[in-house]
């Protein structure tokens, strides 16, 4: 297993006190251990970049630390305590310019309230996304492809997916909400028969209606109620700033403030909304950035 990647360089520590503070930046769960003064700081990544539309997460332990934040991309990602330390989850929006070297800067807070930066660089790939092009909506449902209508619905949802709430309500790893066929990958851009194109910001499983929709983690149910185009859509917090949604519902069986386990059944798959037949449409969302619900699967959180 690789282990060092590359060095965060500590170019602006906000204290001299902290200046001899050792920042490391490694790959995977690779023993750090620079034997260099003290006190050190060492930040773990479990990736090497990150592809558009993807989440990582990122570890950062030390001596009195008390939180911090992650400025990248035009962005603040906050940091969290865990076990052994804190963590945060960085995110790449779907459209973000592949680019070998955005500026990363990592920002901790000292429990005495001090304050130490650090900078290094964010690696962004292509998202390697397809192109849909025989989506053929119902004529009584063309009109849902209206520019407005999109981007209001997309400001409701960025609206409820840029919640942070700082606690963690799922543990280990997220679970498909369904069985059913994977049908239209996460990022695909659409072509609609009236000739206009969307990009698909969920993952989309085939399946009749009224099977079970499952919540992929435990979480709070924040909304439950009818959109145009997602049609009936339930959304979960898992905290973190983490959000998944299920789209398309016929009915739902939650209600917002209602907490909800791993697995448990959140309504019936539907076909109402934007929709050419009954199916689901998962999305995941971190820090109001909709990320690839399948990758996110295969993130483990630290505990
Ligand atoms: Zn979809």
Redesign the pocket.
């Known amino acids: 297993m690789r282990t060092l990647v590359k060095h965060f360089s500590s170019l602006r520590p906000a204290r001299l006190a902290l200046a001899a503070a050792v920042l490391v930046l490694a790959l995977g769960l690779g023993v750090i251990s620079p034997a260099l003064s003290q006190p050190s700081i060492v930040v773990s990544m479990e990736f090497e970049y990150l592809r558009q539309g993807t989440a990582g997460v990122l570890k950062v332990s030390g001596p009195d630390l008390a939180g911090g934040v992650i400025n990248v991309l035009d962005r603040s990602f906050p940091v969290f305590p865990v076990t052994d330390g804190f963590a945060a989850m960085i995110a790449v929006p779907i459209d973000q310019r592949i680019r070998k070297d955005y500026p990363m800067v990592l920002t901790l807070y000292r429990s005495d309230g001090s304050a130490v930066s650090y900078e290094s660089t964010l690696r962004v790939e292509s998202g390697e996304f397809i192109r849909e092009s025989d989506f053929t909506l119902p004529s009584d449902r063309v009109y849902l492809l209206a520019p407005d209508i999109q981007a209001n619905e997309d400001a409701r949802l960025k609206a409820v997916y840029s919640v942070v709430t700082p606690n963690r309500f799922w543990e280990g790893q997220f679970k498909l909400p369904s069985n059913g066929a994977l049908t239209?990958p996460f990022g695909s851009v659409r072509t609609y028969n009236d000739g206009s194109t969307r990009r698909?910001?969920?993952?989309?499983f085939q399946m009749t209606a009224g099977v079970p929709i499952l919540s992929a983690a435990s979480g709070r149910v924040v909304f439950a109620r009818g959109m145009d185009i997602h049609g009936n859509i339930v959304i979960v917090d898992h905290g973190w700033g983490v959000f998944s949604s299920y789209?398309?519902m016929r009915e739902m069986y939650v209600v917002p403030g209602q907490q909800v386990l791993q697995g448990e059944v959140l309504g019936e798959s539907g076909n109402t909304g934007r929709?050419t037949g009954p199916?689901?449409?998962?999305?995941v969302a971190v820090n109001g950035i909709w990320v690839n619900p399948i990758t996110f699967t295969g993130l483990r959180l630290p505990g």
Do not use: A, F, I, V
Not at 200 to 204: L, M, P, V
Not at 279 to 283: A, D, G, N, S
């Open positions: 239209s698909h910001t969920g993952y989309d789209s398309h929709s199916h689901l449409h998962w999305e």
